[in-house]
């Protein structure tokens, strides 16, 4: 491991020099401190959390709260979490709150015992995270007023909506997982807020999908759901009735999961920014730690729509092939 006297007798100054150089300290001219750091950084220097806590109080490391490691999206946000973190020298100690709102706050804390500078929360759905004495950020969607980061939910949803509206269906069906997900409701009040004069149904859950075949029997032809694994499911009760995509139906997902691209057919889905996401959540929770105050108003980042080969015109009534 890399020390600071290692670092000075690279560069021919005085430990105490490096020391000040990389703490902001001391009279350092300003292009001998850039020299010193960028020295550091090639020679792989990481400095001690025992050290930089007794100096200045803090530990460096961020808690993470996740509330369903199971679900694909989450460790990917987790880990870009953990690379912008670690581009600002702090680290992140993760919490899986595994769909339980009590276990959320009994990670938050955990995390608080340990004695992290700040919390970022992906929080359970319905929920807030409890108070905390150390700043809070919480990633979740616009309509939280706790919010300080997130996708654009809403404006996901209208995007998705508008392209199934714009190439011709008039009857949709809307699938959400669960209405408590504030997240769900907002994709899907863009969803509805897009579609204009076309004819739609919004569903729930394990009852909303015994619905899709009699609403396609009624005349639906196209499927939007609030989540790719959503749309994976429906895809599946769409090939036991022998209904093809898109010919028959169109189907849409959301998160731009890995498997996606991997269904057949590929799966027109929206895509969240992660990075620009990670980046501004590791800037705000810093900025809170340093002693600012926190965003008045949450920030939401764009998101994109991902065309593939699920979606495509409804054929003409009289073209359909007869539902099996």
Known sequence: ????????????????????????????????????????????????????ALQSGRTGILGLIMPDLTNPLFPRIAQ???????????????????????????????????????MLVVPQKGTSPDPMPVPVAVINTASDPQNAVSADHMGGGALVARH??????????????????????????GMTGALGDVEHTTVWGDAGIARILPLIRDGATAIMTTSDLLALRVRS?????????????SLTGFDNMAFSSAMHPSLTTVAQDVEDIAR????????????????????????????????????LPSNRRPFP
């Open 80 to 118: 870009t979490l953990s690379m912008m973190a670690d581009a600002q020298d702090m680290g992140i100690l993760i919490a899986d709150s595994r769909g339980s709102p009590a276990e959320q706050s009994e990670a938050l804390r955990r995390l608080l015992h340990l004695g992290v500078d700040g």
């Open 1 to 52: 491991m890399v020390s600071i006297k290692d670092i000075a007798t690279e560069i021919g100054v005085t430990a105490t020099t490096v020391s000040n150089a990389l703490g902001g300290k001391g009279r350092v001219s300003e292009d001998l401190a850039q020299r010193i750091r960028t020295r550091a950084r090639e020679m792989g220097y990481r400095p001690s959390l025992a050290g930089r």
């Open 280 to 315: 501004r959540a590791i800037a705000i929770i810093t900025a809170q730690i340093d002693g600012q105050p926190a965003p008045e108003h949450g920030e939401t980042v764009p998101m994109r729509l991902v065309l593939r080969a699920s979606t495509g015109i409804p054929a």
């Open 164 to 189: 199934i509206r714009e190439i011709g269906h008039r009857k949709v069906v809307i699938l959400g997982a669960d209405p408590v997900s504030e997240v769900q409701r907002d994709r899907i009040a």
């Open 237 to 249: 009760e769409l090939m036991r009735a022998e209904l093809s995509v898109p010919e028959q139906i």
